[in-house]
T-cell receptor, first 115, second 114 residues
């Protein structure tokens, strides 16, 4: 049973517009969420994170929003650039038994930003 | 600071063989986690080591094992390789492996089992 879901396998956006990537989770024990970007043949690169005590975190062009009641988070990229084209993974962790060092990942959304 | 390094980057083995992969964490990081990435299953947690002890283990068979050395470097071993073990193996390090800590990933080792 997937605890972290990214329901859109792919997303295509025009350069300069906003990209919105979505993620849903089922485990209410999760209290820390991260977004990673991955290019082919490379490891995931950390982008931005958010703690469950916040509902928004911003870093440059990247903003993550968390809606705890809906168990939903989203990553906004504004403005989108062709170099943002990659697979984006949502990940979660929590303070429960068996959680040490274990990030639970969604299956990723492939973002294509067209010039 | 140097990032997480993994060796080798690519590996080809045949069924029944065994393989050892190596990971050097970011300096000062004591927690090393291993993940398997396949197209169908995404990134799945294998195990986590902290101070030379395995603290956590995912749902993988006993053929998958690991260890950590006193300098925090880690190795993972897969014995009796199967075709389905073909995957990208990623290691990630963090300072303590606690919830709320960011994990930083290496470039991965691409394993192909023929």
């Amino acid at each position: 049973d997937q605890q972290v879901k990214q329901n859109s396998p792919s997303l295509s956006v025009q350069e300069g517009r906003i990209s919105i990537l979505n993620c849903d989770y089922t485990n209410s024990m999760f209290d820390y969420f991260l977004w990673y970007k991955k290019y082919p043949a490379e490891g995931p690169t950390f982008l931005i994170s958010i703690s469950s005590i916040k509902d928004k975190n911003e870093d440059g062009r990247f903003t993550v929003f968390l809606n705890k009641s809906a168990k939903h988070l989203s990553l906004h990229i504004v403005p989108s650039q062709p170099g943002d084209s990659a697979v984006y993974f949502c990940a979660a962790s929590g303070r429960y038994g068996g959680s040490q060092g274990n990030l639970i990942f969604g299956k990723g959304t492939k973002l294509s930003v067209k010039p | 600071k140097a990032g997480v390094t993994q060796t080798p980057r690519y590996l080809i083995k045949t069924r029944g063989q065994q393989v050892t992969l190596s990971c050097s964490p970011i300096s000062g990081h004591r927690s090393v986690s291993w993940y398997q990435q396949t197209p169908g299953q995404g990134l799945q947690f294998l195990f986590e080591y902290f101070s030379e002890t395995q603290r956590n283990k995912g749902n993988f068979p006993g053929r998958f094992s690991g260890r950590q050395f006193s300098n925090s470097r880690s190795e993972m071993n897969v014995s009796t390789l199967e075709l389905g073990d073909s995957a990208l193996y990623l290691c990630a390090s963090s300072s303590g492996g606690r919830a709320g800590e960011t994990q930083y990933f290496g470039p991965g080792t691409r394993l192909l089992v023929l």
